[in-house]
């Protein structure tokens, strides 16, 4: 037997041997994790806060949340589905939760279809997300208080490090009666180009 081959073998027995027991203990967690999380958002009418607050209906029969061991990291798997890390806690898988849910009330279709939009999912994919989050982050607040949840510092503003595009997209966002979310954030990506933020002008 080669050493390489050997070596496999002690290390299949070591997975088998962790393992063993590992799934089932952290099942019945995930599980008892998964029910206090439901329960905690079940009054929330969270897709019918962001709805109010976007102007725009959410496009999916349902939006699903699983949770993720072992990941560190809030996931997107399809266009209605997110996983979040197991041992999050409350706060923030809230966080997580209501954040995606704003997020994915665009869908690919939509930013396709907008002219403006579709130029920048060419051009600069990534500079049109970061307005994107920064506009849900700063939608958030009012619909935390629709739903009267208290979170407070808002992770996915500070880790992104989105607070130019945030304060940007919220001038923007003051004429929201004769604007829709897709143009705003096209607007706020096209003035902070002009500033030199972004490559692509619009």
Sequence with gaps: MRVIDHFALILKACYERF??????????????????????????????????VLGKAFPYPNFTVYLCEPCNTVSSLMAEKIVIPS??????????IIHEAGVHFITPSDWIQNPKTSILLMKDREGLIRVYEAAICHLKSEVLQRIHVELGEDPFLIGMKLE???????????????????????????????????????
């Excluded at 994790?33 to 969270?46: H, S």
């Design 19 to 52: 393992y063993k027991d590992y799934w089932h203990t952290a099942g019945e967690t995930m599980r008892t994790r998964a029910f206090k999380i439901r329960e905690r958002l079940k009054p929330l009418d969270l897709l019918g806060a962001w709805k109010e």
């Design 87 to 96: 041992q999050y806690s409350m706060n923030q898988a809230l966080h997580a």
């Design 164 to 202: 130019r595009e945030m304060a940007m997209f919220s001038s923007v966002w003051k004429n929201r009666k004769s604007i829709k979310i897709i143009n705003a954030i096209a607007e706020a990506y096209a003035k902070l180009s002009l500033g030199g933020s972004f490559p692509t002008k619009l």
